[in-house]
């Protein structure tokens, strides 16, 4: 099994073109992304990635951003995802990742939501594989693992730092649960998460070691699962991003680091834990 690094288009600037080049000279395989919605910006995403031979995974968020509207009916999500659906499948991604539901919604109303939007995605020749993230339906562990039981055959991308603040601790008081969906696992989001938010300062700082290996103890486990399903590829996009999960000074707002180096880090260390693992 080998792993490829995908870039997040979350907090990036400059243009698609601009972090393709980007990716390239920091030796990563793939782009993540939203759908871009005009026939115009899908061509040349596509050109993009079949010129330099990328992989693509599609971003998807139903009934609004990161954050779901919060009185959007069930229908509006699906109806919201068939549009973007049909966005991403003009691009040919190897797999979609989407940020569903609600996390106010009683666990039948996400079991529906989930069962015809994995028909839907089939419908559109499509493999789709949902986030564990706040706002959302897979915002705690416990109800991720009972919505599996029910799902099956559901795929999962799994962003551990989201359940650390949801839960206020991190994930070791849960590895029974993390195994249990571990066979479920499609895409790793890597960030790195601490007991009171979903980003630490910086994970390269000594004073944050801890929640980095620990992050890295799940990341394993997922892994694991992935060789003994004999994946060919394990995908992983290094995710620290904006909008107040990056860390400011008071008062002048200075950011505490810069993004795209922490990705870059992250890469490099995800690459040697990698190897590490299989060594």
């Given at each position: 099994m080998k792993l490829q690094i995908i870039k997040t288009m979350w907090g990036a600037t400059g243009t698609t073109t601009d972090a393709v080049e980007q990716l390239l000279l920091a030796g990563m395989q793939g782009l993540e992304a939203p759908a871009p919605e005009t026939t115009a910006e899908q061509h040349l995403l596509a050109g993009l990635i079949q010129?330099?031979?990328?992989?693509?995974?599609?971003?998807?968020?139903?009934?609004?951003?990161?954050?779901?509207?919060r009185r959007a009916s069930l229908q509006q999500h699906l109806d919201s995802l068939e549009t973007k659906l049909?966005?991403?499948?003009?691009?040919?991604?190897?797999?979609?990742?989407?940020?569903?539901?609600?996390?106010?919604?009683p666990e039948n109303q996400s079991i529906e939501f989930f069962q015809r939007a994995i028909e839907m995605a089939e419908q559109f020749g499509?493999?789709?594989?949902?986030?564990?993230?706040r706002g959302r339906s897979l915002f705690n562990p416990w109800v991720t693992q009972r919505i599996v039981e029910q799902i099956p055959q559901i795929l999962l991308t799994v962003d551990f730092s989201h359940w650390c603040v949801v839960c206020e601790r991190l994930m070791d008081t849960e590895l029974d649960t993390i195994n249990a969906i571990a066979n479920n696992v499609q895409h790793i989001h890597a960030r790195v998460g601490y007991e009171q938010g979903p980003q630490v300062a910086d994970p390269r700082a000594p004073e944050y070691e801890y929640a980095l290996r620990a992050h890295q103890r799940w990341w394993q486990i997922i892994?694991?699962?992935?060789?003994?399903r004999q994946f060919s590829h394990t995908t992983m996009t290094?995710?620290?991003?904006?909008?107040?999960?990056?860390?400011?000074?008071?008062?002048?707002?200075?950011p505490v680091a810069d993004l795209w180096q922490l990705n870059q880090w992250m890469a490099d260390e995800e690459r040697n834990h990698f190897e590490t693992c299989w060594a």
């Open positions: 010129k330099n031979n990328l992989v693509y995974i599609a971003e998807i968020t139903t009934a609004g951003s990161y954050v779901p509207e049909i966005n991403s499948a003009a691009i040919n991604p190897l797999f979609v990742t989407c940020l569903g539901g609600c996390d106010a919604w499509l493999k789709i594989s949902f986030e564990t993230h892994w694991q699962s992935q060789r003994q290094p995710e620290f991003g904006p909008d107040g999960y990056l860390h400011e000074l008071p008062y002048s707002k200075r």
